[in-house]
């Protein structure tokens, strides 16, 4: 896919470039109602970009959404990434969030040329924001001369090699809550990879479609059928034991008081699933062992309880030890690798969870077609 990208431009003295990043780091609370960044893994992928622009001469305006803002909140200011870019540079500016206001979303052509106005280029940096139909996505590159930033085109770099020859075999390994937020994926990935593997809360909805007993775990009544028709294609693997526990115990950051409890056979009622079992681990991890080319998008179970965690930093480990050419897609799946230490033996980490997928999927975002579509720098 043709992206032009802003490396190619040698003339950028005194040129004043907005560039849209995706900023859309996780906040906690740092004390004294200040909110500080909890993970900087986006903004260390934009920094590239931005230091080309700096030393060129660009005169540098970044815009970027934060979170899912209701109006104006301040708990979802840039102020924090504002900080942390200036320490670098300085004379970069950086506009509060895109989504405080309302036109964003709604790709509010005015809000576009507010956006653009007083600049000379416009710079796509946001992979992970490219899918969406949003005002500074789509909406800048039909007022500016347009282009990819270094991460945006080294994210279409990576992700193409598993659309277009992959080696064999190819491994998806696709977990997260449920089935319906990945059926599109699902459906396209069936006819293009050897396996699927699935776990997280979607293997339920798959679990109970082979008529197996899943107990209060979560499940998609609607989509059962489709889920049948997806495992008459042979390719889905799905566990064969779960760790989980009872329905009244809570899970998740802080945990619950109880140990996790490992089902085979069926989970009773009363009873749910919360990580994929170790006998479901070493099958998968076999897999994923044998596997030449590798796709994975979320958890294997709540990992963010150390009760659970077990599946997905067992799959991290595997996916590392594969050898094989490795896409994480964003989201807590690359969290987990950053977690467990092991990002530097994955071939690829992706910024942007949804848009990856959707990538892989489609072949193309709204984003890159709008670059593609962009005005010819005159």
Known sequence: MEIVGVDSLQDLQGKRVLLRADLNVPLADGGDGERVIADDFRIQATIPTIEYLVKMGSEVTVCSHLGRPKGNDPAFSMRPVASAINALYPDVVVRENLRFDPREEANDAGFAAEL??????????????????????????????????????????????????????????????????????????????????????????????????????????DLIDICRELLDTGKVVLPTDILGNSATDEFGARGGAEAAVRFSGGIPEGFRGLDIGPDSLEVFSGIIRGARSILWNGPMGVFEDPRFNGGTFGVARAVSESGAYSVVGGGDSAAAVRMAGLAGAISHLSTGGGAALEFIENGDLPGLEALRMARVPS
């Open 116 to 221: 653009a106005f007083g600049m000379d280029i416009y710079v796509n940096d946001a992979f992970g924001a490219s899918h969406r139909k949003h005002a500074s996505i789509v909406g800048v590159p039909r007022l500016l001369p347009a282009f990819g930033g270094m991460n945006l085109a080294h994210e279409v770099r990576m992700l193409s090699v598993l659309l277009e020859e992959p080696e064999r075999p190819y491994v998806a390994v696709i977990g997260g809550a449920k089935v319906s937020d990945k059926l599109g994926l699902l459906r396209s990935l069936i006819s293009r990879v050897d396996t699927v593997i699935v776990g997280g809360g979607m293997c339920f909805t798959f679990l109970a479609a082979m008529g197996e007993r899943i107990g209060s775990s979560l499940v998609e009544v």
